[in-house]
């Protein structure tokens, strides 16, 4: 397989950049599937089909953890019933919204999870800027970052060991 290398000629080329990607997770993360894909030339959607690493906490898990469940219910304002049905429901979906920004905090994931995902994050990023100012509703981005486990036609397959 031929090597992309991003430079001034290709450097706002978002197909370019998800095939740079493509090539450094897959030489960076062995037993990981990636879908690495660019939606009207402006957005890059990057989702983890399948891991050989648990990225996810188990439900059980969460649920014991009752300074999660406190912190979670005086987040939204819920009961700790309410809380635990909507941890149930989003587990019950194998199909998880990550956001990049706040991937340290993520409550779903396992510690080495969230090692890997920041790293994954770096990988996907290292092309783009963001130079907005949204105080005055000015964009400034190369692309737009989605990260998800799992895709609206892949369910994510999370591994086993931690």
């Keep these: 397989m031929e090597q992309i290398e991003i430079n001034e000629s290709?450097?706002?080329?978002?197909?370019?950049?998800?095939?740079?990607?493509?090539?450094?997770?897959?030489?960076?993360?062995?037993?990981?599937k990636f879908s690495v894909r660019v939606r009207d030339n402006r957005a890059l959607y990057?989702?983890?089909?399948?891991?050989?690493?648990?990225?996810?906490?188990?439900?059980?898990?969460?649920?014991?953890?009752?300074?999660?469940?406190?912190r979670l219910q005086t987040a939204r304002n819920d009961t700790e019933e309410e809380i635990k049905e909507m941890i149930k429901m989003r587990f019950s979906d194998s199909k998880h919204e990550i956001n990049h920004y706040y991937i340290d905090s993520d409550w779903q994931l396992t510690e080495k999870g969230k090692e890997i995902l920041k790293k994954i994050n770096e990988i996907a990023n290292k092309y783009n800027w963001d130079n907005s100012d949204i105080m005055t509703d000015y964009f400034d981005v190369n692309y737009y970052f989605h990260l998800s486990l799992g895709n609206e036609n892949k369910d994510f397959k999370d591994g086993e060991t931690k």
């Design 10 to 32: 290709n450097k706002y080329d978002k197909v370019a950049i998800a095939k740079w990607v493509r090539q450094e997770l897959k030489a960076n993360f062995k037993g990981f």
């Design 46 to 70: 990057l989702s983890i089909l399948k891991s050989p690493i648990k990225l996810l906490r188990d439900v059980e898990e969460i649920l014991a953890d009752e300074q999660l469940i406190l």
